[in-house]
C-alpha cells in the first residue's frame, strides 16, 4: 500500500526564507518587464489605430447626407437618399427605383461623399 501511494502522490517541497525578495525585487521586476513591453507594442500597433478608425467613421455617419455613396455590412453599395436626424434609420437606394432603409449601423464606410473639398474652386488648370 505504501508503495502505491508513493508513485501516486508526489512530495511537496518547501522554499527556503529570504529566496528572491518577491516580486517587488529586481528579478522580479525584471520578470515582468517583457510582458509591460509587449502590451505597449500592441497597443500602439493593434488598438490605437483601431480606436483612431473606429472614430473616423463615426463621424463620417454623423455627417452623411444625401448623394453620399455607403458600403453596408452586407456589401451592398447604395446612394444615401433620405436621413433622418431624429432616429437611427436612413433610406439609401441600392438600384435605380429601389429604396430600402437601413440603420446607421450596418455602414461600414463612406465610398464617395457629395460634400465639395476644401481646395476644389471648380476652374480647370489649363
Known amino acids: 500500500m505504501t508503495l ?13 526564507a529570504g529566496g528572491e525578495g518577491g ?10 518587464l ?8 500592441f497597443y500602439f500597433i493593434l488598438i490605437r489605430p483601431q480606436q483612431q478608425k473606429q472614430k ?3 463621424a463620417q ?15 451592398i453599395v447604395a446612394t444615401v437618399q433620405k436621413v433622418r436626424d431624429d432616429s437611427n434609420e436612413m433610406e439609401v437606394e441600392i438600384a435605380p427605383n429601389v429604396r430600402v432603409t437601413v ?6 464606410s463612406v ?9 476644389d474652386t471648380g476652374a480647370k488648370a489649363g
Do not use: C, H, W
Not at 34 to 41: Q, S
Not at 61 to 75: C, E, F, I, M, Y
Open 34 to 41: 517583457p510582458y509591460v513591453a509587449m502590451f505597449v507594442i
Open 4 to 16: 502505491l501511494s508513493d508513485f501516486l502522490v508526489t512530495p511537496a517541497y518547501a522554499q527556503t
Open 56 to 58: 473616423q467613421l463615426r
Open 23 to 32: 516580486l517587488l525585487s529586481a528579478g522580479g521586476m525584471m520578470s515582468i
Open 111 to 119: 465610398v464617395s461623399s457629395s460634400a465639395k473639398p476644401a481646395n
Open 103 to 108: 440603420l446607421r449601423e450596418t455602414i461600414t
Open 61 to 75: 455617419l454623423a455627417s452623411l447626407r444625401r448623394g453620399d455613396r455607403v458600403l453596408t455590412a452586407g456589401g
